[in-house]
C-alpha cells in the first residue's frame, strides 16, 4: 500500500463528546464502612472522550481535524477546549448553559492499573443549541473531505439524519459510529461501523457466518450504505459491500484496554479516505491502528509514525 499524505485530509467530527477523567491513587485496604478498596489518591489525568478522542485521533494522524459539539458552560467544557486546542483540533463547541459537561470519571488502582469504579455525570443538551450547531454544520462542510458522525447516544446527533442529507448533497462522505437500536436515522450515510452487540441490537443475533452476512446485507441495502464496517475484537473486522464481504483478522498482541478503539476505528477509517486511499487499504490501516490503540491505558491515539514508520 502507497503511504498516503494524511496531512492534506480535511476532517469535520461532530458527536457527543465528553472528559475522560482518571483518578489514580494506591489501594492497601478494605474499607471497614463496606466491602469495598480503600483508594488514596494521588493523582489525576483528563483525555479527550467520544467524539473529542475521535477528533484527536483523527489529529494524531496528521489530518486537520474540526470537531464541532455541544458542552455545558463549565469548567469542564472549558478543559475540554483547552485539550483539543493542544492537540491541534479547531474546537467548535457550543455552549448550554442547561447543561453539565459530560464527564467519565474513573477511579484506577495505581498498582495494577486495574479500574475499579466509574461515575457519569451527564445531562442532554436543549434543542435550540442543537439547531444553532446545524447551522455552523452547513457552513462547515465546504471545508472538509470527510464527515464522522460519532453518536454516542447523549443527544448531541438529534439531527444526525439532516446531518447525514445535508452532506451527501454536498457531495461529502459521511461515516457514522452508531448507536441504539434504530439506525434509520443512518439512511444514506456512507458507511457505518457498529461493534457485534450494537449489530446484534438492530438485526439480532445471528446462528452463523452466513446468517451474519444476510442479515448484515440486508441492513446495508435497507440503509442504502456503500459499506457496512463490523468490528469484532479480538477477531478483527468484516467488511461488508454490494455482494461481497471482506474479513481483515486483527494481529497478534495483548489487550489492555478496549475503551476508545471504536473512535480509534473511525478516525483512521476516515482520515485515509480523506487522503486519497480505498477503502480496503483505509480498513486495513484501521484495523491496524485498533491493535495499536488497545495496548495502551484509557483513551489513547495511534499516531501518524506508529502506523507508517
Not at 46 to 67: E, I, K, Q
Not at 87 to 107: A, F
Amino acid at each position: 500500500m502507497k503511504r498516503p499524505d494524511t496531512t492534506a485530509a480535511r476532517v469535520l467530527v461532530v458527536g457527543d463528546v465528553m472528559l475522560d477523567r482518571y483518578w489514580i491513587g494506591d489501594v492497601s485496604r478494605i474499607s471497614p464502612e463496606a466491602p469495598v478498596p480503600v483508594v488514596r489518591v494521588s493523582g489525576e489525568e483528563r483525555r479527550l472522550g467520544g467524539a473529542a478522542n475521535v477528533a484527536w485521533n483523527c489529529a494524531a494522524l496528521g489530518a486537520r481535524t474540526r470537531l464541532l459539539s455541544v458542552v455545558g458552560a463549565d469548567e469542564e467544557g472549558a478543559v475540554l477546549e483547552s485539550l483539543l486546542s493542544k492537540e491541534g483540533i479547531e474546537p467548535r463547541l457550543h455552549r448550554d448553559r442547561s447543561i453539565q459537561t459530560t464527564q467519565k470519571l474513573r477511579v484506577i488502582a495505581r498498582q495494577q492499573r486495574q479500574q475499579l469504579l466509574r461515575v457519569d455525570f451527564e445531562v442532554s443538551p436543549s434543542r435550540e443549541v442543537l439547531a444553532s450547531k446545524l447551522a455552523e454544520f452547513k457552513t462547515s462542510l465546504k471545508g472538509c473531505d470527510v464527515v464522522i458522525l460519532s453518536d454516542y447516544g447523549k443527544g448531541g446527533l438529534t439531527h444526525v439524519a439532516k446531518m447525514i442529507a445535508m452532506a451527501r448533497r454536498a457531495g461529502k462522505r459521511v461515516l457514522v459510529d452508531p448507536k441504539g437500536d434504530d439506525y434509520s436515522r443512518y439512511a444514506g450515510a456512507t458507511i457505518v461501523t457498529p461493534n457485534q452487540k450494537e449489530l446484534r441490537e438492530v438485526v439480532g443475533t445471528w446462528k452463523d457466518e452466513r446468517d451474519l452476512e444476510r442479515r448484515a446485507q440486508a441492513l446495508r441495502k435497507r440503509l442504502r450504505l456503500q459499506a457496512l464496517l463490523l468490528t469484532r475484537g479480538e477477531t478483527g473486522m468484516t467488511l461488508f459491500q454490494d455482494g461481497t464481504r471482506m474479513n481483515f483478522k486483527t494481529r497478534a498482541r495483548e489487550v489492555y484496554d478496549v475503551s476508545g478503539a471504536g473512535d480509534t476505528v473511525i478516525a483512521a477509517l476516515g482520515v485515509m479516505l480523506a487522503a486519497g486511499a480505498s477503502l480496503t487499504d483505509a480498513v486495513r490501516t484501521a484495523n491496524r491502528a485498533a491493535g495499536i490503540v488497545v495496548g495502551k491505558f484509557g483513551t489513547a491515539v495511534a499516531t501518524r509514525k506508529e502506523l507508517f514508520g
